[in-house]
């Protein structure tokens, strides 16, 4: 398996633009993160799906911020408008699910919001 | 509410020294506590993990000890290398929940 596939890995944009973020987790599992890293606050859990269905969004820092899981291949997340503050890096990862099991990271897409 | 909290920030050590990052949590729910490593432009992968029935897990030159009364673990790494300049995050989770929550990271770095 090729891991977890995220799309783009480097994204600029400006300020008000639309940014959709894409992932393809390891085929198989059952549970799909997506995660913000910042200096300031590390690594954020933003939300969590399992089989397809969010289940925690309260990590999801307000409405500009979206996401979606229409089948267990493929989650976008999607930010409108976006603002500068929103500059990270995005992490997907994927696990097998259920309790105390390890998270597959991908290699991140870096938005840069100017 | 930070319910990982891990420290230093960053560390600098000599080769061959042992840096020891420290992590400490509030919500007694938590039963399994990972360590992930991750280089630049890499996303984190799973180093190490442990559970709270032990008190030392070691898996090569990295060894996890855990003090669960004091709601406290740490990472030590034995006879660093140059290689092991890296960020460590601690984690924790509980059971019946997938989420995996993270401390804000460790940027170590070994000196040649």
């Known amino acids: 398996d090729a891991g977890v596939i995220q799309s783009p890995r480097h994204e600029v944009t400006e300020m008000g633009q639309e940014v959709t973020l894409r992932c393809k987790p390891i085929s198989g599992h059952n549970s799909l993160f997506w995660y913000r890293q910042t200096m300031m606050r590390g690594l954020e859990l933003l939300i969590y799906?399992?089989?397809?269905?969010?289940?925690?969004d309260s990590g999801m820092p307000e409405d500009r911020f979206s996401a979606k899981m229409p089948n267990a291949s493929f989650s976008t997340l999607k930010i409108q408008p976006s603002e500068p503050r929103d500059s990270a890096v995005y992490f997907c990862?994927?696990?097998?699910?259920?309790?105390?099991?390890?998270?597959?990271f991908g290699q991140g897409t870096r938005l840069t919001v100017v | 509410q930070q319910q990982v909290k891990q420290s230093p920030q960053s560390l600098i050590v000599q080769k061959g020294g042992i840096p020891i990052i420290n992590c400490a949590y509030e919500n007694t729910a938590f039963d399994y506590f990972p360590w992930y490593q991750q280089f630049p432009g890499k996303g984190p992968a799973l180093l190490i993990a442990?559970?709270?029935?032990?008190s030392e897990k070691k898996e090569g030159r990295f060894t996890i000890s855990f003090n669960k009364s004091a709601k406290q673990f740490s990472l030590h790494i034995m006879d660093s290398q140059p290689g092991d300049s890296a960020t460590y995050f601690c984690?924790?989770?509980?059971?019946?929940?997938?989420?995996?929550?993270f401390g804000k990271g460790t940027r170590l770095h070994i000196l040649p």
């Open positions: 442990i559970r709270p029935d032990v």
């Open positions: 990862a994927s696990s097998t699910g259920g309790s105390n099991t390890e998270a597959f």
């Open positions: 984690a924790a989770s509980k059971f019946g929940d997938d989420k995996i929550i």
């Open positions: 799906f399992n089989n397809n269905v969010p289940i925690d």
